[in-house]
């Protein structure tokens, strides 16, 4: 049974694959060759059935221009490559020269903006020129996606489909930010043909948010097609899942069963690294990621999240040894560029970083997490606006990244702009809801703009997140002193002293779990002169004696209170 | 001894007192034309399904015809007398353009003869050689030349060459000496142009430099009506504007095609593919099939031309410009194409094809308003205002008549936002081109600019009585009354410029600011979801203009209360113009607003609903993750190590504040621990 479906799955790969690469989408060509290779092998090398559907007249008729235009493409000469397209009839043929107009496109924004800029969007941040010239150049180029979508539009209304023109209208509505349009689209597409992997990461980057996520995948389900049942729905579900964070033991099930049918396929290694990063297990990402390099040593791509994650693992010969390693493989590459500058971070060179993190994102300006980390280098050079800027950039190319979100809040929380904070922590916080650095930053953005009700809520939240992580088996409370103290000093604003003293305490209480800090002294010194004040000097001399922490005024003060309380009690 | 020529009448040409004719009449006798052409109507050509409304004459025809007949074949029989054969001789020199001959011996034929249609002749000869005022002359010489038909008219001919309007128009007489004779019934018999028609033609065009445009056009459309094959009329009609597109299409039914004998189908089809395509696109469009595939003209210049006129209005620049460049590729320097070709090439930023065009232009025909014309809209093109009005105002030097410089030269102004020079130069246009709405149309947008609003909509209503199915004037309207908060009103005139629209390629700007501002008047209404309908698509297609409507739909979402959204979008807004202060402004005011919904706190709360089972998914592991990163749950160590937690950045913002207290703080505490 499983081998039937083993042999199915071996033709339609094989079919996706040369199809795609035929139609220069060279990605998902790779990503199906891939997935091929790692099927089981079979016992005895056999034939692959494929079935390849007939083709039409118009594509026979088309079929020696459509082969010089792909030789143009080889060549880089896409405009050649469009112009010679013109009039092909065929669905695909009027693909090959959309995609290479599309390509142009990209290539002539980049070329005329220095690089610098990001079609669809905004003009520049870095390095502000302040050209209007550009921004017609772009206007110009962006007309041209315009004319690209009606003309795809116009195919589809003489009754044809055609799975790649879809997905192409799909790429261009999701640069253009329209993000329910390219579902449509990316859908249909993949209803033709699913095994083109780059139209499900489309998909996977149109979906900003984990209801619509969640939504959009039910909508899957219940449409009954034969979609659900794909095994490529099986890999859009592990890879989105994955993305938000959504570590659950499903996921875990059909990534399982899907390396049974893969087992030698490493993008699912990946994934499993990428689950086990986001779970912050990181020995176990590390050696399953050092597993991915035995097997194909050669092999760059997210490898530049590995180097993030030894950077947090502080290991540094072995980030230096991936410097070094990924630079000999191709020092051109924007994974390359990433991990060199992450070494450089390391070693505090945060300008070289910059540098590095500058150079991939000229390679390759769509580069998820260069934007990200170059705005963390910014902040270190205590540049907050070019900080922002990064940020900005990064999570207008993937606002799904949380630690931009964050970025950009603490940035404005650095320039005092308590409002534009508090919205991107609220975003951050969407995205990474059980992160109570999250919730402290909102509660102290609230705080700030004398929000004291919401800024206490927030602060409970990461108080409840807090507890889930750190409740022991033995069931001993325990919690971050400084989110009880902040709770403990609104409250006290608010004038509810049963809620300070409540707090109070329970900030004082974790001293020993997580030793004497400024907070739990603070709230010890609080204790100690409630104590006073309410006569229980017994109370409050034991607060106070051995007070020592805190700058010299509060010291002083306990001093003195401890001094009060003996005398009084004496008496 | 001299045989006298025939006396022509207002209903000949020149064909018939043409030597050359006279004598080709022998060669009738050897193929004699087929008299049932036209006698008889081609079946179907008389009740085309193209106009009902025609006149049928042909009984007129039919009585006036054979005794034409009978004379020519008189007159073959004779043979040729002395004079005749100098005026072949004369005339052959005249067409090869033998100057010396034909003035020489033409004079010699009018010595002989005094025949005031030798005199025409040899006038014709001096007219050839630019001596206008001694053709005048001649033909004014003897009072029999001047009871000529001809010579009349070549007199005023003359007289307008030598721009002696007064004097042309006593000559031609104020108005259409024949108009009783015959109510343009009779045929003419020649096959050439009658000389009333052209009579009349002459009369239109000296109104025309008199500034008297309304009689101008009744001259021409007389002229046409008196002879359909008077297309001078007809051009100067049509190319003028002198009409209004409904007016066009009137006229063109009331024509008489039989003029055209059997070419009358032809004639009418070629006609009405150069009326407005403003109107009636389906018969145009009908024309324009039965055209190429009946007569095969499909690749002829003036059939591409009409084509190429359509495209355009339907702001199909690409389109225009593939046609205008095919015509060009034929026929370099057609004149009647370049204004397309220019107002493609400027619309989609053909500079470096305008500068060429231009150049080619100026090196062959330094003379011609157009060339000047073509250098003021490339200095357009290039944003450099003051060269383009210079070159504009050259080319109206040149023809005073010439719509485009007028109208170029007005843009230079209002790109200037020189409102005021801008309307002058507009109301002269206006004046020129009584039959288009164009002129009207941007003073009511110049007046509108200037918040005039009275004035502006009075102009643009002038122009509504023009044209009313332009759709950027229906947009125009629509905007006067968003302004006036005349909001039913505006999206009425604006559904209607939708409808106008509906044959307009989508991608053009008229289109977008049509959706654009009845997504405005939606907004205003209170139709949030409309408007927000209205906003999407225009950003679907166009990213122009984009940060004022994505300002407008972060207010609509503001209203509506979705405030993430609002923020989301008005940031974009921002990020293509950072400077913007209305999006900044509702940007401020949003974030105001988010800070006092429970909007986040409700969303949130179903996140983290969502999120618990992870949550507790992970708590079996929480223990083992924390004990092995000291980093305790930190993603990303750039986050954890540059801010450590909100608190310090609390802190350092305040360290940043006061940098130097914070550090004797420190001291402080240094101190007392030493103790």
Same mark, same amino acid.
């Given at each position: 049974?499983?081998?039937?479906?083993?042999?199915?799955?071996?033709?339609?790969?094989?079919?996706?694959?040369?199809?795609?690469?035929?139609?220069?989408?060279?990605?998902?060509?790779?990503?199906?060759?891939?997935?091929?290779?790692?099927?089981?092998?079979?016992?005895?090398?056999?034939?692959?059935?494929?079935?390849?559907?007939?083709?039409?007249?118009?594509?026979?008729?088309?079929?020696?221009? /459509?082969?010089?235009?792909?030789?143009?493409?080889?060549?880089?000469?896409?405009?050649?490559?469009?112009? /010679?397209?013109?009039?092909?009839?065929?669905?695909?043929?009027?693909? *090959?020269?959309?995609?290479?107009?599309?390509?142009?496109?990209?290539?002539?924004?980049?070329?005329?903006?220095?690089?610098?800029?990001?079609?669809?969007?905004?003009?520049?941040?870095?390095?502000?020129?302040?050209?209007?010239?550009?921004?017609?150049?772009?206007?110009?180029?962006?007309?041209?996606?315009?004319?690209?979508?009606?003309?795809?539009?116009?195919?589809?209304?003489?009754?044809?489909?055609?799975?790649?023109?879809?997905?192409?209208?799909? /790429?261009?509505?999701?640069?253009?930010?329209?993000?329910?349009?390219?579902?449509?689209?990316?859908?249909?597409?993949?209803?033709?043909?699913?095994?083109?992997?780059?139209?499900?990461?489309?998909?996977?980057?149109?979906?900003?948010?984990?209801?619509?996520?969640?939504?959009?995948?039910?909508?899957?389900?219940?449409?009954?097609?034969?979609?659900? #049942?794909?095994?490529?729905?099986?890999?859009?579900?592990?890879?989105?899942?994955?993305?938000?964070?959504?570590?659950?033991?499903?996921?875990?099930?059909?990534?399982?069963?899907?390396?049974?049918?893969?087992?030698?396929?490493?993008?699912?290694?990946?994934?499993?690294?990428?689950?086990?990063?986001?779970?912050?297990?990181?020995?176990?990402?590390?050696?399953?990621?050092?597993?991915?390099?035995?097997?194909?040593?050669?092999?760059?791509?997210?490898?530049?999240?590995?180097?993030?994650?030894?950077?947090?693992?502080?290991?540094?010969?072995?980030?230096?040894?991936?410097?070094?390693?990924?630079?000999?493989?191709?020092?051109?590459?924007?994974?390359?560029?990433?991990?060199?500058?992450?070494?450089?971070?390391?070693?505090?060179?945060?300008?070289?970083?910059?540098?590095?993190?500058?150079?991939?994102?000229?390679?390759?300006?769509?580069?998820?997490?260069?934007?990200?980390?170059? #705005?963390?280098?910014?902040?270190?050079?205590?540049?907050?606006?070019?900080?922002?800027?990064?940020?900005?950039?990064?999570?207008?190319?993937?606002?799904?990244?949380?630690?931009?979100?964050?970025? $950009?809040?603490?940035?404005?929380?650095?320039?005092?702009?308590?409002?534009?904070? *508090?919205?991107?922590?609220?975003?951050?916080?969407?995205?990474?809801?059980?992160?109570?650095?999250?919730?402290?930053?909102?509660?102290?953005?609230?705080?700030?703009?004398?929000?004291?009700?919401?800024?206490?809520?927030?602060?409970?939240?990461?108080?409840?997140?807090?507890?889930?992580?750190?409740?022991?088996?033995?069931?001993?409370?325990?919690?971050?002193?400084?989110?009880?103290?902040?709770?403990?000093?609104?409250?006290?604003?608010?004038?509810?002293?049963?809620?300070?003293?409540?707090?109070?305490?329970?900030?004082?209480?974790?001293?020993?779990?997580?030793?004497?800090?400024?907070?739990?002294?603070?709230?010890?010194?609080?204790?100690?002169?409630?104590?006073?004040?309410?006569?229980?000097?017994?109370?409050?001399?034991?607060?106070?004696?051995?007070?020592?922490?805190?700058?010299?005024?509060?010291?002083?003060?306990?001093?003195?209170?401890?001094?009060?309380?003996?005398?009084?009690?004496?008496? | 001894?001299?045989?006298?020529?025939?006396?022509?009448?207002?209903?000949?040409?020149?064909?018939?007192?043409?030597?050359?004719?006279?004598?080709?009449?022998?060669?009738?006798?050897?193929?004699?034309?087929?008299?049932?052409?036209?006698?008889?109507?081609?079946?179907?050509?008389?009740?085309?399904?193209?106009?009902? *409304?025609?006149?049928?004459?042909?009984?007129?025809?039919?009585?006036?015809?054979?005794?034409?007949?009978?004379?020519?074949?008189?007159?073959?029989?004779?043979?040729?007398?002395?004079?005749?054969?100098?005026?072949?001789?004369?005339?052959?020199?005249?067409?090869?353009?033998?100057?010396?001959?034909?003035?020489?011996?033409?004079?010699?034929?009018?010595?002989?003869?005094?025949?005031?249609?030798?005199?025409?002749?040899?006038?014709?000869?001096?007219?050839?050689?630019?001596?206008?005022?001694?053709?005048?002359?001649?033909?004014?010489?003897?009072?029999?030349?001047?009871?000529?038909?001809?010579?009349?008219?070549?007199?005023?001919?003359?007289?307008?060459?030598?721009?002696?309007?007064?004097?042309?128009?006593?000559?031609?007489?104020?108005?259409?000496?024949?108009?009783?004779?015959?109510?343009?019934?009779?045929?003419?018999?020649?096959?050439?142009?009658?000389?009333?028609?052209?009579?009349?033609? $002459?009369?239109?065009?000296?109104?025309?430099?008199?500034?008297?445009?309304?009689?101008?056009?009744?001259?021409?459309?007389?002229?046409?009506?008196?002879?359909?094959?008077?297309?001078?009329?007809?051009?100067?009609?049509?190319?003028?504007?002198?009409?209004?597109?409904?007016?066009?299409?009137?006229?063109?039914?009331?024509?008489?095609?039989?003029?055209?004998?059997?070419?009358?189908?032809?004639?009418?089809?070629?006609?009405?593919?150069?009326?407005?395509?403003?109107?009636?696109?389906?018969?145009?469009?009908?024309?324009?099939?039965?055209? !190429?595939?009946?007569?095969?003209?499909?690749?002829?210049?003036?059939?591409?031309?009409?084509?190429?006129?359509?495209?355009?209005?339907?702001?199909?620049?690409?389109?225009?410009?593939?046609?205008?460049?095919?015509?060009?590729?034929?026929?370099?320097?057609?004149?009647?194409?370049?204004?397309?070709?220019?107002?493609?090439?400027?619309?989609?930023?053909? !500079?470096?094809?305008?500068?060429?065009?231009?150049?080619?232009?100026?090196?062959?025909?330094?003379?011609?308003?157009?060339?000047?014309?073509?250098?003021?809209?490339?200095?357009?093109?290039?944003?450099?205002?003051?060269?383009?009005?210079?070159?504009?105002?050259?080319?109206?030097?040149?023809?005073?008549?010439?719509?485009?410089?007028?109208?170029?030269?007005?843009?230079?102004?209002?790109?200037?936002?020189?409102?005021?020079?801008?309307?002058?130069?507009?109301?002269?246009?206006?004046?020129?081109?009584?039959?288009?709405?164009?002129?009207?149309?941007?003073?009511?947008?110049?007046?509108?600019?200037?918040?005039?609003?009275?004035?502006?909509?009075?102009?643009?209503?002038?122009?509504?009585?023009?044209?009313?199915?332009?759709? *950027?004037?229906?947009?125009?309207?629509?905007?006067?009354?968003?302004?006036?908060?005349?909001?039913?009103?505006?999206?009425?005139?604006?559904?209607?410029?939708?409808?106008?629209?509906?044959?307009?390629?989508?991608?053009?700007?008229?289109?977008?600011?049509?959706?654009?501002?009845?997504?405005?008047?939606?907004?205003?209404?209170?139709?949030?979801?409309?408007?927000?309908?209205?906003?999407?698509?225009?950003?679907?297609?166009?990213?122009?203009?984009?940060?004022?409507?994505?300002?407008?739909?972060?207010?609509?979402?503001?209203?509506?209360?979705?405030?993430?959204?609002?923020?989301?979008?008005?940031?974009?807004?921002?990020?293509?113009?950072?400077?913007?202060?209305?999006?900044?402004?509702?940007?401020?005011?949003?974030?105001?607003?988010?800070?006092?919904?429970?909007?986040?706190?409700?969303?949130?709360?179903?996140?983290?609903?969502?999120?618990?089972?992870?949550?507790?998914?992970?708590?079996?592991?929480?223990?083992?993750?924390?004990?092995?990163?000291?980093?305790?749950?930190?993603?990303?160590?750039?986050?954890?190590?540059?801010?450590?937690?909100?608190?310090? /950045?609390?802190?350092?913002?305040?360290?940043?504040?006061?940098?130097?207290?914070?550090?004797?703080?420190?001291?402080?505490?240094?101190?007392?621990?030493?103790?």
């Amino acid at each position: 049974m499983g081998e039937t479906r083993n042999e199915k799955l071996r033709g339609d790969l094989f079919y996706a694959s040369t199809l795609l690469s035929e139609l220069h989408l060279f990605q998902a060509a790779k990503w199906c060759a891939e997935a091929l290779n790692g099927l089981q092998e079979p016992d005895s090398p056999i034939d692959i059935p494929i079935d390849v559907p007939t083709q039409s007249p118009q594509e026979l008729a088309d079929r020696p221009r /459509v082969l010089l235009a792909k030789t143009y493409m080889n060549c880089k000469e896409f405009d050649r490559a469009a112009h /010679v397209l013109k009039g092909c009839q065929s669905g695909n043929a009027l693909f *090959l020269r959309l995609y290479s107009i599309l390509i142009l496109v990209d290539k002539k924004a980049t070329e005329e903006t220095d690089g610098s800029i990001n079609i669809g969007t905004f003009n520049e941040i870095i390095e502000p020129d302040g050209e209007t010239n550009d921004k017609e150049v772009v206007s110009g180029l962006n007309t041209r996606l315009s004319k690209i979508l009606q003309e795809i539009d116009a195919f589809h209304t003489s009754g044809q489909e055609n799975a790649f023109l879809s997905y192409l209208s799909g /790429v261009i509505y999701n640069k253009k930010k329209k993000y329910t349009l390219a579902q449509n689209c990316l859908f249909s597409s993949l209803k033709l043909f699913p095994y083109n992997w780059s139209c499900w990461q489309e998909l996977i980057a149109s979906l900003n948010l984990l209801d619509d996520a969640l939504e959009f995948m039910n909508k899957i389900k219940s449409s009954k097609s034969s979609l659900s #049942g794909n095994v490529m729905f099986q890999f859009f579900e592990v890879v989105i899942l994955q993305e938000f964070y959504q570590l659950l033991i499903p996921l875990s099930d059909s990534l399982g069963s899907l390396i049974s049918i893969f087992p030698k396929f490493n993008f699912l290694k990946v994934q499993q690294f990428l689950i086990a990063y986001h779970n912050l297990d990181y020995f176990q990402a590390e050696s399953i990621f050092d597993k991915i390099l035995v097997d194909d040593p050669l092999r760059l791509d997210d490898l530049d999240t590995y180097s993030n994650m030894l950077y947090v693992m502080e290991k540094r010969s072995k980030l230096s040894f991936l410097a070094q390693f990924a630079s000999t493989i191709d020092k051109f590459r924007p994974e390359t560029c990433c991990i060199i500058a992450n070494y450089h971070s390391m070693k505090c060179e945060h300008g070289k970083a910059i540098m590095y993190y500058k150079r991939a994102l000229t390679l390759n300006k769509n580069c998820l997490s260069a934007w990200t980390l170059m #705005g963390h280098e910014f902040v270190e050079l205590k540049n907050s606006h070019a900080a922002i800027e990064s940020y900005r950039r990064a999570v207008d190319t993937n606002p799904k990244d949380f630690r931009a979100w964050y970025g $950009l809040g603490q940035a404005y929380e650095v320039l005092d702009m308590h409002l534009y904070a *508090l919205y991107y922590y609220q975003r951050a916080t969407n995205l990474q809801p059980l992160d109570k650095r999250m919730w402290q930053a909102i509660g102290n953005c609230y705080e700030k703009i004398d929000k004291f009700e919401e800024a206490i809520k927030s602060f409970e939240k990461a108080l409840t997140i807090d507890s889930y992580n750190n409740e022991d088996n033995d069931g001993v409370f325990s919690t971050e002193p400084h989110i009880c103290y902040r709770l403990a000093t609104i409250s006290e604003k608010l004038g509810r002293t049963g809620d300070t003293y409540k707090y109070m305490k329970l900030c004082s209480d974790q001293e020993y779990e997580w030793g004497i800090s400024d907070a739990t002294s603070k709230a010890r010194l609080w204790l100690a002169r409630n104590a006073l004040d309410n006569n229980r000097f017994e109370e409050a001399y034991e607060l106070a004696k051995d007070l020592n922490h805190n700058n010299a005024h509060d010291i002083e003060e306990a001093r003195s209170i401890a001094r009060d309380a003996r005398n009084r009690m004496s008496k | 001894m001299v045989h006298n020529q025939k006396t022509p009448s207002q209903h000949n040409s020149t064909l018939f007192i043409s030597p050359m004719v006279n004598n080709r009449r022998q060669d009738l006798f050897i193929t004699p034309p087929n008299p049932a052409s036209t006698l008889f109507d081609t079946p179907g050509s008389n009740h085309s399904l193209f106009f009902n *409304l025609e006149r049928v004459n042909g009984e007129a025809n039919a009585s006036t015809e054979p005794p034409q007949q009978h004379s020519r074949l008189s007159t073959v029989l004779e043979p040729l007398t002395q004079a005749e054969k100098l005026r072949l001789w004369r005339h052959d020199a005249l067409m090869q353009h033998h100057y010396k001959t034909a003035e020489f011996i033409g004079d010699k034929v009018l010595a002989l003869t005094d025949d005031p249609n030798d005199a025409f002749w040899l006038a014709q000869v001096y007219i050839n050689n630019g001596s206008y005022l001694r053709a005048k002359l001649l033909l004014t010489s003897k009072p029999e030349f001047e009871k000529s038909v001809s010579c009349r008219y070549l007199a005023s001919l003359c007289l307008v060459k030598l721009e002696l309007w007064e004097d042309a128009l006593d000559l031609v007489g104020e108005s259409n000496p024949f108009r009783k004779d015959d109510n343009y019934q009779v045929r003419n018999a020649d096959g050439g142009i009658k000389l009333e028609a052209s009579m009349c033609y $002459l009369r239109g065009l000296i109104y025309a430099n008199q500034n008297n445009f309304e009689k101008a056009k009744e001259c021409y459309k007389e002229a046409v009506l008196v002879d359909v094959k008077c297309f001078e009329a007809f051009n100067e009609l049509i190319s003028n504007n002198l009409m209004t597109p409904s007016e066009e299409w009137e006229f063109i039914t009331t024509l008489n095609y039989r003029d055209a004998d059997d070419n009358d189908e032809l004639i009418k089809l070629l006609y009405t593919s150069k009326l407005s395509k403003y109107l009636n696109i389906a018969k145009f469009n009908e024309a324009e099939t039965i055209l !190429k595939e009946e007569y095969e003209l499909g690749e002829n210049c003036d059939i591409l031309l009409s084509k190429a006129d359509y495209y355009y209005i339907q702001c199909s620049f690409d389109e225009c410009l593939v046609v205008c460049e095919k015509i060009l590729s034929m026929d370099q320097f057609n004149f009647d194409v370049i204004p397309n070709y220019l107002s493609c090439l400027y619309e989609l930023g053909g !500079k470096n094809k305008l500068f060429l065009k231009a150049h080619q232009l100026a090196e062959n025909h330094a003379n011609n308003p157009m060339t000047w014309l073509a250098i003021g809209i490339y200095y357009l093109s290039i944003n450099k205002i003051i060269e383009a009005r210079k070159f504009f105002s050259k080319a109206t030097l040149l023809n005073p008549n010439f719509g485009h410089a007028w109208i170029g030269f007005a843009h230079t102004f209002a790109a200037e936002g020189e409102h005021e020079q801008a309307i002058s130069a507009y109301a002269f246009a206006a004046r020129l081109f009584p039959g288009t709405h164009l002129p009207n149309l941007f003073l009511g947008m110049q007046h509108l600019q200037m918040s005039n609003l009275n004035l502006a909509e009075e102009y643009l209503l002038a122009s509504y009585q023009i044209c009313s199915s332009d759709p *950027l004037l229906l947009n125009e309207l629509g905007v006067i009354n968003f302004h006036k908060n005349n909001l039913m009103k505006a999206e009425l005139f604006l559904q209607e410029a939708l409808g106008a629209a509906k044959y307009l390629n989508s991608d053009s700007k008229t289109w977008i600011s049509i959706h654009t501002n009845l997504g405005h008047v939606y907004r205003r209404g209170s139709q949030p979801y409309k408007a927000l309908d209205c906003f999407n698509q225009v950003l679907k297609i166009s990213n122009r203009n984009d940060c004022n409507i994505l300002s407008a739909m972060g207010l609509i979402y503001l209203k509506l209360g979705n405030y993430f959204r609002a923020i989301d979008i008005l940031h974009d807004a921002l990020a293509i113009s950072p400077s913007d202060p209305v999006a900044s402004d509702l940007l401020k005011r949003t974030l105001e607003a988010n800070t006092s919904s429970d909007l986040f706190a409700n969303h949130s709360d179903r996140i983290f609903q969502l999120n618990l089972p992870t949550l507790q998914h992970k708590k079996p592991s929480a223990k083992k993750s924390k004990f092995l990163t000291p980093l305790t749950n930190k993603t990303k160590a750039h986050l954890s190590e540059h801010e450590h937690s909100v608190d310090d /950045v609390h802190a350092a913002a305040n360290a940043l504040l006061k940098g130097e207290e914070s550090s004797d703080d420190d001291d402080e505490v240094m101190d007392i621990e030493s103790d």
